[in-house]
Nanobody, 123 residues
Framework: QVQLVESGGGLVQAGGSLTLSCAAS????????MGWFRQAPGKEREFVAG??????RYTESVKGRFTISRDNAKNTVNLQMNSLKPEDTAIYYC??????????????????WGQGTQVTVSS
């Protein structure tokens, strides 16, 4: 049984940093495609960042500020978020799909999802 558990969310001032972590069980993060998505109130869930084998991808609004990485020893995928802005406020979700390449940006193709973690950036 696949389980994804996010942690690391919280409240931070604009310009601050947070690191989200997604702990996976039932799959190996280095062998599947992993992604981070977010959903703000009243908005659709959107792709933030993803990694699949050696393919890394980011949505334009977070390029240069967010970094996705894998810790194969811990079987986790992390999202380092720097220079946070109020518009980054959302629930952040970790997701996985078994197609290794390329990074997929459409939520519907991801088979497994975590419960989400709230990120709030105050101005």
């Amino acid at each position: 049984q696949v389980q994804l558990v996010e942690s690391g969310g919280g409240l931070v001032q604009a310009g601050g940093s947070l690191t989200l972590s997604c702990a996976a069980s039932g799959l190996t993060v280095s062998s599947v495609g992993m992604g981070w998505f977010r959903q703000a109130p009243g908005k659709e869930r959107e792709f933030v960042a993803g990694v699949s084998w050696k393919d890394f991808r980011y949505t334009e609004s977070v390029k240069g500020r967010f970094t996705i990485s894998r810790d194969n020893a811990k079987n986790t995928v992390n999202l380092q978020m720097n220079s946070l802005k109020p518009e980054d406020t959302a629930i952040y979700y970790c997701a996985a799909h078994r197609t290794l390449l390329p990074v997929l940006t459409t939520p519907s193709v991801y088979s497994y999802w975590g419960q989400g973690t709230q990120v709030t950036v105050s101005s």
